[in-house]
């Protein structure tokens, strides 16, 4: 029988290397794999590159970091690419004192290029970031009377997804914006692995409404981690 | 020259200035700052459809405290609702709407624009490694127009409306419409197009505040 729950934080995180590529869903908190997050941390894993839409938070005084900024803090990040680093930001303190890599692209390029990854897609053309500081170093031509550069696939050796519902297949739903990055970092993962809210038997996801299908998922973890913090 | 009294726009009225100019009917995606104010001000009559790069069509309106939803926000982090018929999809579906050219309009914030229609406004040094690119750089290619609304100059006087921007780029050749605390100017072959200007302020004064060359 096929069963990817797993039962324990340590099982979701077993054999993640040092040197890993990490693929991390969720637009601000929402949709954010912030207990896979947390579970990372505690394995221990290091000298990681982390992809994710935004960087982190500022440093607070008397509020210790969680989550990714946790993850960033600790130094366990070696690169981080993503669409926003703020200067301010823990990781954009690293990015300056040269402690961290930043490479900064845009959003769109982002959720392509491991969609692309998820696809089999090795590169692809788009004139986002043509003419700019993105394209320096990259190959650029022609289309439709536009410049265009290449980017390339952007595969996770592990992908961290936060879904609202999973059976014991691996099928996803979300809720409502949570949805954001969680299907293409899903597809770009070697090994993907899911934090839900809730679960459910087989066959009880309608199958007209199923996002993510559970052949891009490896291992389910069942965390009700309640409502997503709003932005302070 | 004689010293008129004009009153600046301010965020509110610089928003409500370009909501004035969207047709019914148009998808529209709204950026981070003063932008996203501009969906306040469209009359609730005139059906336009606000997309947000996290994956909504059919943003609505910021909702009561009590009906607020933490699973729902735009991509400014803030809590908004949803109007009915109103969609949700991935990141990937999310940029295929921008890249692919579907959306009608985005309204971006900037720090400068030149007259070719160059955009400069993710950061204000070349200095690699941070600055905040979003999806403003997918929007400045990606929809049929861009929109910029910014103050006229810096806080410290200094034009935003420029031969050639001086901040790294967002997208070249791009913006096609700025609505200024001053002004409202069309990116045309010749340059900046002046369409309009706040009472008080005459077409001289606007072009000492302005570095590019201004047409009427």
Redesign the interface.
């Known amino acids: 029988m096929i069963d990817k729950f797993v039962r324990s934080m340590a099982e979701a995180m077993d054999g993640i290397k040092d040197g890993s590529t990490v693929l991390i869903a969720g637009f601000g908190d929402v949709g954010a794999p912030n207990a896979l997050i947390e579970g990372l941390i505690e394995q221990g894993a290091t000298n990681l590159t982390v992809v994710v839409n935004s960087g982190g938070r500022n440093r607070v005084a008397g509020v210790e970091p969680s989550g990714l900024t946790k993850l960033v803090a600790l130094g366990r990040v070696k690169k981080m690419i993503s669409t926003f680093i703020r200067a301010q930001s823990i990781a954009g303190e690293l990015v300056r004192t040269g402690k961290m890599e930043g490479v900064v692209i845009p959003q769109g390029t982002l959720a392509e290029r491991m969609r692309a990854a998820g696809a089999g897609i090795p590169a692809f053309y788009t004139p986002t970031g043509a003419g700019t500081m993105v394209a320096e170093g990259k190959e650029s031509r022609w289309y439709q009377g536009r410049e265009c550069i290449l980017e390339e696939a952007l595969p996770g050796d592990v992908a961290l997804v936060e879904a609202w519902t999973a059976d014991r297949w691996g099928n996803l739903v979300f809720r409502d914006a949570s949805r954001n990055f969680n299907p293409v970092v899903a597809m770009a993962g070697a090994l993907t692995i899911v934090q839900t809210h809730h679960v459910c038997d087989l066959g009880q996801l309608p199958a007209n409404e199923i996002v993510t299908p559970g052949i891009f998922v490896n291992r389910v973890l069942h965390v009700p981690a309640g409502d997503p913090k709003p932005v302070v | 020259m004689t010293e008129h009294t004009y009153k600046p726009l301010g965020r509110s009225g610089m928003a409500a200035r370009a909501a004035q100019d969207i047709p019914g009917g148009w998808y529209v995606n709204l950026g981070i700052g003063i932008p996203t104010l501009v969906a306040d001000h469209v009359p609730a009559e005139r059906e336009v459809i606000f997309h ?5 069509l059919g943003v609505g309106p910021a909702p009561a405290k009590h009906k607020e ?5 735009n ?1 400014s ?3 908004v609702s ?1 109007h009915p018929g109103g969609s ?5 579906m ?2 295929a709407m ?2 692919g050219q579907h959306l009608d309009l985005c309204v971006l914030g900037g720090f400068q624009v030149a007259e070719n229609g160059d955009l400069a406004n993710w ?1 204000q040094s ?1 200095e ?11 929007l400045a ?2 929809a049929k127009q861009v929109w910029v609304i910014m103050e006229h100059t810096t806080k410290g006087g200094e034009a935003r409306l420029l031969k050639r921007c001086t901040y ?5 050749r791009c913006v096609t419409r700025v609505y200024t605390s001053l002004a409202v100017l069309d990116v045309a072959e010749r340059g900046f197009v002046v369409r309009d200007i706040i009472p008080g302020l005459s077409f001289e004064e606007l072009q000492a505040k302005t570095e590019a060359k201004l047409h009427r």
């Open positions: 947000s790069e996290n994956g909504i939803n933490p699973w729902l926000i991509a982090s803030q809590r949803l949700f999809f991935d990141h990937a999310s940029f921008v890249r950061a070349a690699s490694g941070t600055g905040q690119i979003g999806g403003a750089m997918d290619v990606g790294p780029l967002t997208a070249p």
